[in-house]
């Protein structure tokens, strides 16, 4: 079975420049997530995602971040103007919805911002 | 308030013996769920064990198992005969219901481990 894929694995970009983040989760679930994990600290979640709705994004800067998931499949995660403080990991992970179902992640995107 | 607490920052275990994770948590839900992830330096998070809210056994899977005390509402990881490759950081995470049949996962901060030789 294949695992969560992103794109890139790694991204260098200057300040107020916009970056893309690509998603794609493992076939059949419904779930997915954007962690934003900075070095040191535990994953933040951006963004949780049930099928194509949103199910929580309290935590997303939404004057900056977006993301969507089109037909509930593959997710894209943008940031534009990036600032320093973006500099961090971004990861995947997607899982079954019901409370058993664990999440897997994917190997995750290395943004630095200069 | 903070729902999963991991009040360990860093453990120190030697080569060959247990070492305990703690993990507390709060939820008034009475189905959750409880994960256990295992990120070495090279950055992946990898599922290492799942306790459900109405299991009556502690799960195991090989070297990990998990002391679940649902009053005390801690899910402490046990990992047996450490070995070198147990190096990593461990966090402990929380599924519960939210916004109908939406659910969350939450989770910890954090436990450095360092296996010495």
């Known amino acids: 079975e294949a695992g969560v894929a992103q794109s890139p694995r790694y991204k260098i970009i200057e300040k107020r420049q916009s970056v893309a983040f690509w998603c794609n989760p493992i076939?059949?679930?419904?779930?997915l997530y954007w962690y934003q994990q900075i070095l040191g600290q535990g994953p933040k979640l951006l963004i949780q995602?049930?099928?194509?709705?949103?199910?929580?994004d309290s935590q997303l800067p939404k004057d900056r971040f977006s993301a969507e998931r089109l037909k509930g499949v593959d997710s894209t995660l943008k940031i534009q103007p990036a600032k320093l403080e973006d500099s961090a990991v971004y990861l995947c992970?997607?899982?079954?919805?019901?409370?058993?179902?664990?999440?897997?992640f994917g190997p995750g995107t290395r943004l630095t911002v200069l | 308030a903070q729902k999963i607490t991991q009040t360990q920052p860093g453990m120190f275990v030697q080569e060959k013996e247990a070492v305990t994770l703690d993990c507390t948590y709060d939820?008034?839900?009475?189905?959750?769920?409880l994960f256990w992830y295992k990120q070495p330096s090279s950055g992946e998070m990898i599922f290492l064990i799942y306790?459900?809210?109405?299991d009556q056994q502690n799960a195991t899977e090989g070297r990990y198992s998990l002391n679940f005390q649902k009053a005390r509402k801690s899910a402490n990881l046990v990992i047996s005969a450490s070995q070198l490759g147990d190096s990593a950081m461990y966090f402990c995470?929380?599924?519960?219901?939210?916004?109908?049949?939406?659910?969350?996962?939450?989770w910890g901060l954090g436990t450095s481990l360092a296996v010495n030789p």
């Open positions: 992970a997607s899982s079954f919805p019901q409370v058993s179902g664990e999440a897997f």
């Open positions: 076939s059949g679930h419904a779930t």
């Open positions: 995602f049930q099928n194509n709705g949103v199910v929580d």
């Open positions: 939820t008034s839900d009475p189905s959750y769920g």
């Open positions: 306790q459900g809210s109405y």
């Open positions: 995470a929380m599924r519960e219901p939210f916004a109908g049949n939406n659910r969350k996962l939450i």
